[in-house]
């Protein structure tokens, strides 16, 4: 299995940026494909950005499509998600997760999460 702790969120101004990173320890890192989703109050968990074990192949949901970069990297064992020209609509709990199998984008397909670090978007 393996163990993933999120870290850098916080409160921004709309048009800002944030980088989350995600710290995963356990089992070999490079094993997983890893994505990010968020929650916001009252909301389901949605999906936001994917990728591939490698790093080679990313997915996004429209809403963040060239704003949000998803990059990893597999000697530090981290994923990072780069938020840029953040939206208050933006503003949720921002979680990692692993799965042996990239390209999903239901949370039941995710196995491993991390407890989550909160975004909040001002305007």
């Known amino acids: 299995q393996v163990q993933l702790v999120e870290s850098g969120g916080g409160l921004v101004q709309a048009g800002g940026s944030l980088r989350l990173s995600c710290a995963a320890s356990g089992r070999a890192f490079s094993v997983y494909a890893m994505a990010w989703f968020r929650q916001a109050p009252g909301k389901e968990r949605e999906f936001v950005a994917a990728i591939s074990r490698d790093g080679r192949s990313t997915s996004y949901a429209d809403s963040v499509q060239g704003r949000f970069t998803v990059s990893r990297d597999n000697g530090r064992n981290t994923v990072y998600l780069e938020m840029n020209s953040l939206k208050p609509e933006d503003t949720a709990v921002y979680y990692c997760?692993?799965?042996?199998?990239?390209?999903?984008?239901?949370?039941?397909?995710?196995?491993?999460w991390g407890q989550g670090t909160q975004v909040t978007v001002s305007s």
């Open positions: 997760a692993a799965s042996l199998t990239y390209g999903g984008q239901r949370a039941l397909e995710y196995r491993y």
